[in-house]
C-alpha cells in the first residue's frame, strides 16, 4: 500500500492511496468463509456452503465492500496519523479514464480532495473590550407582568356593560354600500377583544355596550390586522386584506377577565405554600423573574458582541470551493440557490467554531 499527499492550493490538497492485491486479498478471503459460514443456500445444509461457490455468486460484491472498508480505515489513520485538520470530510475524486476489472488482481489508485483548516493565532488581550449590560426592570414593565399574570389567575364574569379591555362575543353581518344587510355578504359570530382594537375612536363606540346592543363598525379601520379580522369573520387573510365593508355588530354577550385578588391563596399558587406572604414580597419575586429574563438578553447580546469583534479581528480564508462541493455533496436536496443564500452564514459559523477551538487548546 502507498499513500501520498499533494498540496494543490493553499488550503487544498489531494490524498492518494495505491491498493496491491497483497493488501486485500486476505480479507477477501475472511470475508467469504465467514459469508459461506452464515450462508443457507438450496441443496446445501446451513454452513455447509463451499467457499468457491459463495465467490462465484458474491466475489464482486464483497471484494467492492472489502475495498471500500479499507480504503476508509486507511484514509482516516491517514489522517489522525499526519494530524491533518481538515473541514468537512474527504471528497473522492472521481476519475472516468480508471477502469479496474474487480477479479482479485487489480492494483487499484484512488485520489480523494480534502479541505484544510487555516493556520491562524487567537490574539485575545486586556485591550479588547466588552460590555455586559445589566438591566434594571423598569416600574411600566413590572406593572404590566404583575397584570399579565394577575389575568391568567384570575376568573372570568359577564358584566353589565362592556369596558375597555373585555371580550366581546357578538355576531357579525357584512353591510352593503347604503348601510343595508349585504344578501350573500359574510355572517359570523365571534368573539372580540376590545383590546386589539387600534382604532381609539371606534373603540370609545364598543365601550359600554350590552347584551342585543347593535353598532356600526369598520371592521378594517377596527383591526388593522389581517389575521385578526380574518379569525373574526372566518375568511381568508388574504379576503381580510381586501374587505372594505362596513359590518353590523349585535352584542349577544359581554365578558371579563377580572384579575385575581392578590392574596395568600394566589401567592401559594404562584410560588408554594408559604413561599410569599404579602405584596411586597411578591413585588419582589415579579421583579426577579422579569430581570431575570433581561439578564438571558443581556448574556446573549454580550455572547454576540465577542462573536461579532472576534470574527472581525481575527480575518482568514476557508477552502470555500471544496467546502461548496462537499456540502452539495452530501446533501443531494440542496440546490444551487439555497447554497449561494446560506453559505455566508455557514462559513462564518465554521470561522467561529475554529476560532473557537483555538481558545478552548
Do not use: C
Amino acid at each position: 500500500m502507498n499513500i501520498t499527499q499533494e498540496k494543490t492550493g493553499n488550503l487544498n490538497a489531494v490524498v492518494k492511496i495505491k491498493i496491491a492485491p497483497a493488501d486485500y486479498t486476505g480479507k477477501v478471503d475472511k470475508a467469504i468463509k465467514e459469508q459461506a459460514k452464515k450462508a443457507q443456500l438450496p441443496g446445501f445444509r446451513k454452513g455447509m456452503v463451499p467457499a468457491s461457490h459463495i465467490k462465484r455468486m458474491y466475489g464482486k460484491s464483497i471484494l467492492v465492500e472489502e475495498v471500500n472498508n479499507l480504503l476508509n480505515d486507511t484514509l482516516s489513520n491517514y489522517i489522525a496519523e499526519q494530524k491533518l485538520e481538515i473541514l468537512g470530510q474527504p471528497l473522492p475524486k472521481m476519475d472516468n479514464e480508471r477502469v479496474f476489472k474487480w477479479d482479485n488482481t487489480d492494483d487499484f489508485e484512488f485520489d480523494y480532495e480534502l479541505g484544510l483548516a487555516p493556520a491562524f493565532d487567537v490574539n485575545i488581550s486586556s485591550k479588547d473590550k466588552f460590555t455586559q449590560y445589566i438591566i434594571k426592570a423598569d416600574q411600566e414593565t413590572l406593572e404590566e407582568r404583575i397584570k399579565n399574570i394577575r389575568r391568567s389567575y384570575g376568573k372570568m364574569s359577564n358584566p353589565e356593560a362592556s369596558a375597555e379591555g373585555d371580550v366581546l362575543y357578538a355576531e357579525l353581518v357584512q353591510l352593503g354600500a347604503d348601510g343595508s344587510v349585504f344578501e350573500g355578504g359574510i355572517t359570523n359570530t365571534a368573539t372580540l377583544r376590545l383590546d386589539q382594537v387600534s382604532d381609539k375612536k371606534i373603540l370609545k363606540s364598543l365601550v359600554g355596550l350590552k347584551k342585543d346592543d347593535v353598532v356600526t363598525v369598520d371592521i378594517q379601520k377596527a383591526f388593522g390586522d389581517a389575521a385578526v379580522i380574518a379569525k373574526a369573520l372566518n375568511i381568508s387573510e388574504e379576503d381580510a386584506t381586501e374587505l372594505k365593508s362596513n359590518f353590523q355588530l349585535t352584542v349577544k354577550n359581554v365578558n371579563r377577565l377580572e384579575e385575581s385578588d392578590l392574596n395568600q391563596e394566589f401567592f401559594d399558587k404562584l410560588f408554594g405554600e408559604g413561599t410569599v406572604t404579602d405584596e411586597a414580597g411578591f413585588r419582589e419575586k415579579i421583579t426577579e423573574e422579569v430581570e431575570g429574563m433581561f439578564k438571558q438578553d443581556a448574556e446573549r447580546q454580550l455572547s454576540n458582541d465577542i462573536y461579532e469583534q472576534l470574527l472581525t479581528k481575527h480575518s482568514f480564508e476557508l477552502p470555500d470551493e471544496f467546502l461548496r462541493r462537499w456540502l452539495k455533496a452530501t446533501n443531494e436536496k440542496l440546490t444551487d440557490e439555497e447554497l449561494a443564500e446560506g453559505y455566508d452564514d455557514f462559513a462564518k459559523n465554521l470561522k467561529w467554531t475554529l476560532i473557537e477551538n483555538k481558545i478552548i487548546k
